[in-house]
DNA sequence: GCGAAATGTTAGACAAGGCTAACAATCTGC
DNA sequence: GCAGATTGTTAGCCTTGTCTAACATTTCGC
């Protein structure tokens, strides 16, 4: 059936290596190792920029969480050396973390105004935004800014 | 700090409702819960039409993982109804599992057409593709179908 | 400055999704 | 038709990310 001489369909041709396919795979489950800490220190910087500090409580309001979610994250972000924490105090991004953040942000930028300059509406354009940043290389983020550009 | 009157930053003024950015986030987690349900049955599905059957060695080579964690998954996804499966048999699609694969392949697709559209190379597409087709809504999918017929 | 409200933490449960080790079944080549 | 290779399953471990219940601390209003 897969290499029938007589196979003419045109699409779904794609039996291509599976060894690339597999690379693509695992890519795309390293990028979801890191959408939750990438979500949350651009989240950090954000309140810490609007609002003078993180507290926890604002964390899990905006994330939609409960608060021992949020404080389990925050510890395994600290673990991780993305920020600092103490008992009842609010929350700081070590210089790791504000890099992570500010990248974080700019990607988040970018594909915000590409989704817009394709013509989406404001609100769905947060929503894919929130989502795809996480999946967006470098290459193609590099497409996206210059069609905002000349658009 | 935030509402300094003398603040006239252009950017980062995004504020917006704390709820609707939950809702945002809420989504993005609803959209992660299915992303690998919706990578086996795109895969099972293009198994079965270029093989002939979908065999889980098979799903393990191109999924780029190992055989018990397809076998895992396979029963979480016998359990919710999208594949029926016999103990060392291949695995086939219910009709659910068949219209929800049909679904994926349509959105991987257009999205990769799209990405190649505004001049990705190939594999760097397929790579972004398989992140990014899960966090599509259905108003992106058609301008990015629309950008594409227009290109 | 005290009591109530708000905020934060801890403990513990649970499901998903990955792995390795060990074993079982099937298939293949001779 | 059997031995060895391949494929598939089971058991069990681990981390992540979510929750609820209970308790601790801090902050606020008066
Ligand atoms: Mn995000
Ligand atoms: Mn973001
Ligand atoms: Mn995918
Ligand atoms: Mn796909």
Redesign the interface.
């Known amino acids: 059936?897969?290499d029938d001489p007589h196979e003419v369909l045109p699409?779904?041709s794609d039996?291509?290596s599976?060894?690339?396919?597999?690379?693509?795979?695992?890519?795309?489950?390293a990028?979801?190792r890191n959408?939750l800490a990438e979500?949350y220190v651009e989240l950090i910087a954000?309140l810490i920029?609007?609002?003078?500090e993180a507290r926890p409580v604002?964390i899990a309001?905006?994330?939609?969480v409960t608060a021992p979610t949020v404080a389990k994250t925050l510890d395994r972000l600290a673990r991780d050396g993305l920020i600092t924490r103490a008992k009842y105090r609010s929350i700081f991004l070590t210089e790791q973390g504000r890099a992570l953040a500010k990248e974080c942000r700019h990607r988040h930028?970018i594909v915000l105004r590409f989704?817009l300059s394709?013509?989406?509406?404001a609100?769905?354009a947060?929503?894919?935004a929130?989502?795809?940043e996480?999946?967006?290389?470098e290459?193609?983020l590099e497409?996206?800014a210059a069609?905002v550009s000349r658009n």
Chains 1, 2 share one sequence.
């Open positions: 059936m897969h699409a779904a039996d291509r599976p060894d690339l396919r597999a690379e693509a795979f695992q890519g795309v489950r990028a979801r959408e979500d954000e920029h609007s609002h003078g604002d309001t905006r994330m939609g930028e989704l394709l013509g989406l509406d609100e769905t947060e929503r894919d929130e989502g795809i996480h999946h967006v290389s290459r193609t497409l996206f069609f």
